[in-house]
T-cell receptor, first 117, second 113 residues
Framework: GAGVSQSPSNKVTEKGKDVELRCDPI?????LYWYRQRLGQGLEFLIY????????KSGLPSDRFSAERTGESVSTLTIQRTQQEDSAVYLC???????????????FGEGSRLTVL | DAKTTQPPSMDCAEGRAANLPCNHS???????VYWYRQIHSQGPQYIIH???NNETNEMASLIITEDRKSSTLILPHATLRDTAVYYC??????????????FGKGTHLIIQP
């Protein structure tokens, strides 16, 4: 596809359930980012993948959150035992890079809207 | 990290140039200035970035002062579709979390018909 694809676009779940959110980056982009945006709030960084380097997990809010990326392809963000405070839009972005450094030009997907009842 | 200061909101008449200011008085020599925007209910969109020279692309122009302590994003002929939150970010690749790409509160630009 031409852009970053995220699925599902909308997810409603019950408190305590686990959810998986998927991101398909633009082909060839070495960097991949996850952000969270609560209603009416700014973007909150979660995790950053760059090539085969260890991911920067410094933004993950708790150990209920984890993310994986297969090589320079698909990424999955997993939230275990969801809480109502996890309700937000989860945004994925990818970016090209050279020599293992992102250009900083992020291409965002449309996001996955998570609602925890 | 250098932080940025932007006005929380601005209005501009349709068809006029929209000039969005950003202060980054503590910027260091290797930090780039990036601009993104987020239209309601969409993911953010990259606009432009620069180091010290002025930059122009099909979307906008970026004017950086000689001392690099502030910059202005210019949308030359604003349309209603330019209504969005505009984020000014200063960045060094690999710096801290988010690879240096930390989004603040931005400026909510409202284009008036």
């Amino acid at each position: 596809g031409a852009g970053v694809s995220q699925s599902p676009s909308n997810k409603v779940t019950e408190k305590g359930k686990d959810v998986e959110l998927r991101c398909d980056p633009i082909s060839g982009h070495t960097a991949l980012y996850w952000y969270r945006q609560r209603l009416g709030q700014g973007l909150e960084f979660l995790i950053y993948f760059q090539g085969n380097s260890a991911p920067d997990k410094s933004g993950l809010p708790s150990d209920r959150f984890s993310a994986e990326r297969t090589g320079e392809s698909v990424s999955t963000l997993t939230i275990q035992r969801t809480q109502q405070e996890d309700s937000a839009v989860y945004l994925c972005a990818s970016s090209p890079g050279t020599s293992g450094v992102s250009t900083g030009e992020l291409f965002f997907g449309e996001g996955s809207r998570l609602t925890v009842l | 990290d250098a932080k940025t200061t932007q006005p929380p909101s601005m209005d501009c008449a349709e068809g006029r140039a929209a000039n969005l200011p950003c202060n980054h008085s503590t910027i260091s020599g290797n930090e780039y200035v990036y601009w993104y925007r987020q239209i309601h209910s969409q993911g953010p969109q990259y606009i432009i970035h620069g180091l010290k020279n002025n930059e122009t692309n099909e979307m906008a122009s970026l004017i950086i002062t000689e001392d690099r302590k502030s910059s202005t994003l210019i949308l030359p002929h604003a349309t209603l579709r330019d209504t969005a939150v505009y984020y000014c970010i200063v960045r060094v690749a690999g710096r801290g979390g988010a690879d240096g790409l930390t989004f603040g509160k931005g400026t909510h630009l409202i284009i008036q018909p």
